[in-house]
């Protein structure tokens, strides 16, 4: 590891293979999201940003992954004060997923024990989440009154379809891992004491690979989700060719032909 800091409620380790790992450290408060952990993951994903970062691991201390947002904090606050401050803190967690979205780097999620409200939207914001089989999931937003923040509106309907989106938004119903594995909402599920392990070693495969191919991967399929066939056949076709004149579409054809390995890390990351 060739740099660690901690950042307010957030710990952030850059390490010398370009894994970045992100650790929300609240965890004798369920790492519920008031705005020092809001602007801690801000800070955190402009870190990844600036570092260039190859792949990021989110993790959380303590039993639960992020219980949604610092109910206590909100509660101290009345009126104009705490529209005020809720805009703060979705200013910038809502800053931090952007950044996230738009960095070529991976994010890989482990989460276990509770997930709620705005851990929803971290977990559903990864593109690839490991879920501890004791992991639950859980909207909460309208049960108390709210409505969703952390992207959760925008993600569910697209990881698990907008009649099951609601069915979890409307209801509040809690729903154990092996369920939002078959949802959609989690990319795979596996025993507690193992989801660290295996969400690391997720993260440190995907910070060998082909960094600028996977942003694009990330692009593309995110603009595949609102775009008619026509121009995302003609964005799939430039990219391609723009991923093929690469030095990592270089490395990667030359070792295919060459019958080795790609070594993407010694490539630049971008096209």
């Given amino acids: 590891m060739d740099r660690a800091m901690t950042v307010r409620a957030v710990g952030v380790e850059i390490h010398d293979d370009g894994l970045a790992r992100i650790t929300l450290s609240r965890g004798e408060a369920g790492n519920a999201i008031g705005l020092e952990t809001a602007r801690g993951l801000l800070d955190a994903a402009r870190t990844c940003e600036r570092a260039a970062v190859r792949a990021v691991l989110l993790t959380a201390e303590g039993k639960s992954f992020c219980v949604g947002g610092d109910l206590r904090e909100f509660s101290q606050l009345s009126g104009q004060a705490l529209e005020k401050h809720l805009v703060a803190v979705t200013d910038a967690l809502h800053e931090a997923l952007r950044l996230f979205a738009a960095i070529d780097a991976p994010l890989v999620a482990a989460v276990q024990g ?22 639950s999931f859980t909207a909460a937003y309208t049960g108390i009154g709210y409505s969703p923040d952390a992207g959760v509106s925008w993600f569910l309907p697209r990881l698990i379809g907008p009649k099951r989106a609601l069915d979890l938004l409307l209801t509040n119903r809690r729903v154990p891992a092996a369920e939002a594995a078959a949802l959609g909402l989690v990319s795979r599920v596996v025993a507690a004491e193992y989801v660290l392990a295996e969400s690391v070693r997720t993260a440190q495969t995907l910070s060998r690979g082909p960094t600028a191919a996977f ?22 076709a430039r990219t391609l060719a723009a991923a093929a004149a690469s030095d990592e579409g270089r490395e990667g054809v030359a070792a295919f032909l060459g019958k080795r390995a790609p070594d993407f890390t010694r490539t630049t990351s971008t096209h």
């Fill in 114 to 135: 509770a997930v709620a409200g705005a851990g929803i939207g971290l977990a559903a914001a990864a593109d690839v989440t490991v879920a501890a089989e004791n992991a």
């Fill in 215 to 236: 942003g694009a991967t990330r692009r593309l399929v995110a603009a595949g989700l609102t775009s008619d066939l026509g121009p995302q056949l003609d964005r799939e």
